[in-house]
């Protein structure tokens, strides 16, 4: 059976999403969105399922900003000079400071062992490491070492800037992190959708009725919209049930079942 299209009252955009989370049976409305709300609409999920990561970066880098605090000040005052490292008051013992994203290891004098280090390495994201003759410096185990011959000058000064400059919450901080949040919300939005449309294409075809892709694209589209944002709501706040895909996708389905079969009524 093909389906036709039925002449729709203009309705907001909002409107229309909400109504048919509480009345699936209007999600056949879906059909006359034009191609601005059909975008916009596509825009608003993505941006629903964007809210979690935005979030859970933001709450990472406040942790990460406060590991640095603490970092900081466990770092000695020091100064590199001819190629060595002079510290104000002489070390007589390795300084180890651990966080759950940073590590400051200060062993000039071979004292912590070499196993420890480096399970310290493995376990951390970010560690900084002064040996010797070099001070190393790992981000997710890959080392980036520079000879302290090569930095003569440089003192704990420098260092203190950097480690504190991550409390700092920056706009242009911000802005990178919406963007970086809404363009992969973007690609799981993408990624459900698709998968939805497909099996909302194989329903209709077992409820023998001809739906074009991009027709069954705005109904699950419609119908995901609400069930998305309660689910990214949830997630915001750590809560994340079991088998939530699978729990949106009936729903989901559920909504665009009802949508059809009630558009097939008033056609007949």
């Known amino acids: 059976m093909l389906l036709t299209k039925k002449r729709v009252i203009p309705i907001s955009l909002l409107r229309l999403i909400t109504t048919t989370f509480f009345h699936p049976s209007e999600i056949w409305k879906a059909i006359e969105l034009n191609k601005r709300k059909t975008t916009f609409l596509f825009l608003l999920i993505c941006f629903f399922v964007s809210i979690p990561y935005f979030i859970s970066g933001l709450s990472q880098f406040s942790l990460m900003a406060n590991d640095m605090e603490r970092i900081e000040s466990h ?40 196993r420890l280090e480096q399970k310290d390495i493995q376990n951390t994201p970010i560690n900084l490491l002064f040996s010797k003759e070099h001070v190393s410096f790992y981000a997710t185990g890959i080392p980036i070492t520079f000879a302290y011959t090569d930095l003569n000058g440089l003192t704990d000064n420098f ?59 705005k109904m699950i589209m419609l119908a995901s919209a609400v069930p998305f944002l309660l689910f990214s709501v949830m997630n915001s706040f750590s809560i994340q049930p079991g088998g939530q895909t699978y729990i949106l996708l009936t729903i989901v389905l559920y909504m665009y079942y009802k949508g059809v079969k009630s558009y097939l009524k008033n056609i007949t």
């Open 159 to 217: 260092l203190r800037t950097i480690l504190l400059q991550f409390s700092n919450t920056t706009v242009v901080l911000i802005l990178t992190m919406i963007v970086f949040s809404f363009i992969t919300g973007t690609f799981e939005a993408v990624f459900h959708l698709f998968y939805f449309t497909l099996l909302a294409n194989l329903l209709s075809a077992f409820m023998k009725v001809r739906l074009p892709f991009s027709i069954n694209w």
């Open 75 to 114: 770092l000695p005052a020091f100064i590199i000079e001819d190629g060595q490292i002079i510290f104000e008051e002489p070390l007589d013992k390795a300084i180890v400071a651990k966080t759950d994203f940073v590590n400051l290891i200060i062993d000039t004098n071979d004292q912590y062992e070499d």
